[in-house]
């Protein structure tokens, strides 16, 4: 099994396979990102864990894992960085922040955060553990504070969130990106009605949302073409009703936002309609990112 290196020399945590893989190829689209002229974000830790890990196959890839890398590659950075912004917004007034399925994500280090918020970060105990190590060498410091709780969203997450200090009687912002493709609509459903039963009143909630019809249009473009270990974890994920009936349901008011609308808000186009495996399942109903507010 391959392991990343450590400062030590000891073998380190080994560098995440399965699901756990696709947040490496986040990470590559956040490195690309980053060092581009005039990024949307600037993410310094995202080189770090591709080093440590070995990324490469999935992005260059030929024909159908390059096209909907294309698609990917080009998108990641808007849903990036529309979830930068609506953290920062949120933690003007909130002081706990979970991230849920965080993978890769070092918003708790490159966001200005105020040294009062806390930002729980939810995933594997393996992913979490190569994130560390990376951390750890790169001798990063979060801006707040920054817990780490290994769980299987699938199964009980709330109580190792409680013991790690979650105060389900304050506020929160949490923030689902990238997740709901790898999970059933029946354990989607149950992570939201999790994240509501903890969401005191004034809490926020940013989701990238796809419905089951995205995720099967998404899964179809890419075994069509080459048939990827990803597109096998999208079977069967993703949601089963509108983005704002679920959320409705659940407790909460939301608005969906569209993401080439999103895109030439930061003065970027996605590949154009019709051209890019993302646009077969581009439409609000379908996807979109969500931002929602406590009823
Ligand atoms: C595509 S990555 C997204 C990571 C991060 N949110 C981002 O956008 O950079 C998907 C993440 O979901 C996590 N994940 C998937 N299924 C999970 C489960 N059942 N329990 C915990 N984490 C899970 C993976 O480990 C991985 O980090």
């Keep these: 099994m391959t392991t990343p290196g450590s400062p030590s020399g000891r073998p380190g945590a080994p560098v995440p396979t399965g699901v756990g893989r696709t947040a490496l190829m986040v990470a590559a689209a956040r490195a690309a990102e980053s060092a581009r002229e005039e990024p949307l974000f600037a993410d310094p830790y995202a080189a770090d864990f591709l080093a440590a890990g070995d990324i490469g196959e999935e992005t260059t890839d030929a024909d159908g894992a390059s096209k909907i890398w294309d698609s990917f590659s080009s998108y990641l950075p808007i849903r990036t960085r529309f979830f930068d912004d609506y953290l920062l917004d949120a933690t003007r007034t909130i002081r706990q922040v979970v991230i849920i399925a965080a993978g890769l994500d070092t918003r708790a280090f490159r ?76 354990h989607n459903d149950r992570l939201l009605a999790g994240i509501s039963d903890r969401s005191a009143a004034g809490s926020r909630l940013s989701i990238e949302y796809l419905h089951v019809d995205a995720v099967a249009l998404m899964a179809a473009a890419v075994t069509g073409e080459s048939g990827t270990e990803i597109s096998a974890m999208w079977q069967g994920g993703g949601v089963a009703e509108p983005a704002q009936t679920w959320l409705d349901r659940h407790g909460w008011d939301a608005e969906v936002f569209d993401t080439h609308e999103r895109a030439a808000a930061y003065h970027r186009e996605l590949p154009p309609l019709g051209d890019s495996p993302m646009d077969r399942f581009g439409d609000t109903a379908r996807s979109g990112l969500v931002i929602a507010r406590r009823h």
Excluded: C, N
């Design 111 to 186: 966001l200005p955060l105020a040294p009062e918020v806390t930002v729980y970060e939810l995933d594997t105990p393996e992913m979490l553990a190569f994130k560390q190590q990376v951390l750890d060498a790169r001798g990063a410091r979060p801006a707040g504070h920054r817990i780490a709780v290994p769980v299987d969203l699938r199964e009980d997450w709330g109580s190792p969130l409680a013991a790690a200090g979650f105060d389900p009687s304050a506020s929160s912002a949490w923030l689902v990106e990238g997740l709901l493709s790898y999970l059933t609509p029946e």
